[in-house]
């Protein structure tokens, strides 16, 4: 009898271990291994809010209104005597879960259409493709702007904002590299196999073009929380007493002598995260790419 039994530890799937090089990749990527670590720390400090902020965001000590920093508030304090150290910390959880929620629901939509239109291609494609140039027309913060005095003040209104207009650039990448992909010959072959034009698109189609998508939801969340801050600083985003950096700013601004910080610190966090998240996109690109010149996956 010949033993079927293996010893040692069962082997990673090719999803896993391609997850796992593209990490690694990442991570050897000076770049982009600063960005994640500055990422890293932001969604600590979003997620641990509670815990590390030395007070409630809006308790108020109106003894101490615009204080400069001491023992007790390590930032100094707002216009009325709020912690600007503990509404930091809150204002990244309105930030960052703007930025990934608004960039997952405008990635969603434009994965969809652009999906759809470079698969069908003919007049469909062409119809899609000049609404999508339409959309395009109108610069991103003045859409949002109007979508937002339109349906009124909040942060939902400004997430719905952005969505509808955000896809347009995802629908555009989607669909160019659908264009590149419908006609590869392992597609003519799953169509010589009787299989329908959905499990074609779900199946064979999308997988080979999320590559390129990755990297531009990443450099996406930078955009949006740089869009959440200008319409939370014209009065249009979350309201008060909700903290937010962008709302900070629109306060700060106005004791800018008196009390730099107030404007310095949410100005530095939101350069902070951009710049973090647009260097993660920059060494996925290279990872992803190795036509690029940088740190790319080795196949096997």
């Given amino acids: 009898m010949t033993e079927t039994a293996t010893t040692g530890p069962v082997a990673a799937s090719p999803s896993r271990r391609g997850s796992l090089a593209l990490l690694r990749a990442v991570v050897r990527h000076r770049v982009a291994a600063v960005g994640l670590v500055i990422v890293a720390l932001f969604l600590v400090m979003a997620f641990?809010?509670?815990?590390?902020?030395?007070?409630?965001?809006y308790e108020q000590d109106l003894y101490a209104v615009l204080a400069p920093p001491s023992a007790a508030h390590w930032l100094g304090t707002d216009n009325l005597g709020r912690d600007l150290l503990s509404r930091t910390l809150y204002g990244s959880q309105v930030s960052l879960l703007f930025g990934m929620i608004s960039t997952a629901l405008s990635a969603v939509l434009g994965i969809a259409i652009g999906?759809?239109?470079?698969?069908?291609g003919g007049i469909v494609d062409a119809v899609i493709m000049r609404i999508t140039d339409a959309f395009l027309c109108f610069p991103p913060l003045i859409f949002t702007l109007a979508m937002a005095a339109a349906l009124g003040p909040g942060l939902h209104n400004v997430v719905l904002a952005f969505a509808l207009f955000g896809w347009t650039g995802f629908a555009r990448l989607i669909r160019g590299q659908v264009l590149q992909v419908r006609?590869?010959?392992?597609?003519?072959?799953?169509?010589?196999?009787?299989l329908s034009p959905w499990r074609i698109m779900m199946v064979h189609v999308l997988p080979n073009t999320l590559p390129p998508l990755l990297v531009a939801m990443t450099i996406a969340?930078?955009?949006?929380?740089?869009?959440?801050s200008g319409v939370s600083y014209l009065g249009l985003g979350v309201q008060p007493p909700t903290a937010s950096w962008g709302k900070e700013l629109q306060v700060g601004y106005r004791y800018l002598e008196t009390a730099p910080l107030l404007c310095v610190v949410p100005g530095l966090m939101i350069t902070l995260v951009v710049i973090a998240f647009n260097f993660v996109g920059d060494g996925l690109r290279d990872a992803l790419d190795p036509r690029l010149k940088g740190v790319g996956l080795r196949r096997k």
């Fill in 48 to 57: 641990f809010a509670p815990l590390l902020a030395p007070y409630s965001p």
């Fill in 115 to 120: 999906l759809f239109a470079g698969f069908r």
């Fill in 221 to 228: 969340i930078g955009g949006a929380i740089l869009v959440e």
């Fill in 183 to 194: 006609e590869l010959p392992f597609l003519e072959a799953a169509r010589s196999a009787g």
